[in-house]
């Protein structure tokens, strides 16, 4: 064996043993199940509309557009276990839309690496590796730039939302997953956490990624809310 071709098989040995350890870690983030009491009621009286954000392609805009809405705020990321919520999101806007609801998706990379793209990238993402399949967000779900929920640089309206609703797990997660620092109580947990904001713009709820049951778990809520005046 040449030298150089003794280094190859070293690396390639060292490249399979990295390979294996991945492939026996369990999958990372909250096991995948059905958890419907993991949600708690937030307490404010302040709305989200004033918050900037940041779009896909770069520009910056407040949610004023979204007043008299009911709103879900969902923290998203593509290569998740959860990304396959994505496939009831278009669902339910079509059945809520005639009475002012939709979806807000931001994504964020601080859990495991798992939204790693650029914003340019995104929707790509998401129609060809997952869900895959061609898959296309529904035209009313807007889907922002990505951004920090926690962590030294948590984006002001997650810092906003996380100090008023209160966290809805006593374990957050496993230290090695949490792309960020510092770690706080009352963190979103993993992608696919959940705020459901009123006609008003004031977050009442705030629900696990697990509280979910393609759907079942939240749309009492948003039912709920539809029923108030804006
Ligand atoms: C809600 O917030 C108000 C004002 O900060 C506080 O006085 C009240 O105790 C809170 N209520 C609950 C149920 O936490
Ligand atoms: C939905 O919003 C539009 C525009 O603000 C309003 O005209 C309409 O009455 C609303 N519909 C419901 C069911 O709230």
């Given at each position: 064996m040449t030298h150089l071709a003794k280094i190859s098989a070293v690396l390639l040995l060292l490249a399979c043993a990295v390979r294996a350890q991945v492939a026996s870690t369990?999958?990372?983030?909250?096991?995948v199940i059905d958890e419907s009491t993991r949600w708690t009621r937030c307490n404010t009286?302040?709305?989200?509309?004033d918050f900037q954000m940041s779009q896909l392609d770069g520009r910056f805009t407040d949610l004023?557009?979204?007043?008299g809405k009911v709103l879900l705020i969902i923290n998203v990321?593509?290569?998740?276990?959860?990304?396959?919520?994505y496939l009831d999101f278009n669902g339910i806007i079509d059945r809520y839309k005639a009475q002012n609801f939709t979806i807000l998706a931001f994504p964020c990379n601080q859990f495991y690496l798992q939204e790693p793209a650029e914003n340019h990238e995104l929707l790509n993402g998401l129609m060809?590796?997952?869900?895959?399949?061609?898959w296309k967000p529904h035209t009313d779900m807007k889907i922002f730039g990505k951004l920090e929920v926690n962590g030294a640089n948590h984006h002001p309206l997650y810092e906003f939302v996380k100090g008023v609703c209160p966290q809805t797990v006593n374990d957050l997660g496993i230290m090695e997953e949490l792309?960020?620092?510092?770690?706080?109580?009352?963190?979103?947990?993993?992608?696919f956490e959940k705020y459901l904001i009123d006609r008003k713009g004031v977050p009442r709820f705030r629900f696990h990624p697990t509280a979910w049951s393609n759907g079942r778990v939240v749309t009492p809520y948003i039912e709920q809310l539809l029923r108030e005046r804006a």
């Open positions: 369990p999958r990372p983030g909250p096991a009286t302040r709305n989200v509309y004023t557009a979204y007043r990321a593509t290569f998740c276990a959860y990304t396959q919520q060809h590796v997952r869900p895959g399949n061609g792309m960020y620092n510092p770690v706080r109580a009352n963190d979103v947990t993993w992608n």
